[in-house]
């Protein structure tokens, strides 16, 4: 009997020993079918796609990328490039206010060229005025003040050029916000220019956008606005023309 006790005793313990080696077994097995997955899964399946700042165009009935730049960021190109002559110069540094002075005229050379508008000829007078002040850069005899003064003529007439060119395009509905950068960027270059200039235009201005703010609000109301919209805008244009 206690042969047969022991017998079975061992019997009991290979047994269970089995079984644990057969559940890590399985365990194992699981796991290394669950882990590649999961890691399909995570790159595939549930990866977050990446947000790509560009819109489908349809055309001819092909989808086609279209990369969305807005508006103000494309017509402030080469104003930006004036503005960072005008910052260089005040530091002393002539080699950059050369290479930004020459790009902020290439810019607006090229918006009169491709958007021309009744202001086609003042821009490009502008243009040349500021290829004038280039020789006098390495020299030192360009100042700070004449060469501010110039680039806000010249942002008067691009602002202009830019404004007119949203005019002529027809319905002003749902342009508000178009506008009222076009119409600050105007207020701008005119009050660096100071005196009763920007007295009289600030009025002008200040007047427009109260009513082109009504143009994105959409039914009656912009409807109602749009008229006198068109004329004030007309007289802020025609300042500008002026001042030039």
Not at 13 to 22: D, H, P, R
Not at 175 to 182: E, N, V, Y
Request: hydrophobic share 45%; net charge positive; glycine share 12%.
């Amino acid at each position: 009997m206690p042969e047969t006790n022991l017998l079975f005793s061992s019997l009991i313990a290979t047994t269970k020993t089995s079984l644990v080696f057969m559940k890590m077994h399985i365990r194992l097995s699981l796991a290394a079918t669950i882990v590649p997955f999961c890691l399909v899964l995570g790159t595939g399946a549930f990866a977050q796609p990446e947000m790509s700042f560009v819109e489908m165009g349809l055309t001819g009935g092909a989808i086609n990328e279209v990369s969305i730049v807005p508006d103000s960021f494309q017509d402030s190109a080469s104003t930006t490039h004036l503005d960072n002559a005008v910052a260089a110069l005040e530091k002393g540094d002539k080699a950059a206010t050369t290479q930004e002075l020459k790009a902020g005229i290439a810019g607006l050379e090229a918006e009169a060229q491709q958007k021309p508008t009744s202001f086609k000829d003042k821009l490009l007078s502008q243009a040349s005025k500021l290829k004038a002040l280039l020789p006098l850069i390495p020299t030192g005899a360009l100042g700070n003040g004449a060469l501010a003064k110039a680039v806000s003529l010249a942002k008067l007439a691009s602002g202009g050029n830019k404004l007119e060119g949203i005019l002529a395009a027809g319905s002003l509905l749902g342009k508000g916000s178009q506008l009222t950068s076009g119409l600050s960027g105007i207020g701008s270059a005119l009050s660096a220019l100071g005196g009763g200039t920007q007295s009289t235009g600030q009025s002008l201005i200040s007047t427009a956008l109260g009513t082109v703010g009504k143009l994105d609000q959409g039914g009656l109301v912009a409807k109602a606005a749009e008229p006198a919209a068109k004329t004030q805008l007309t007289s802020v244009l025609n300042f500008v023309k002026g001042a030039l």
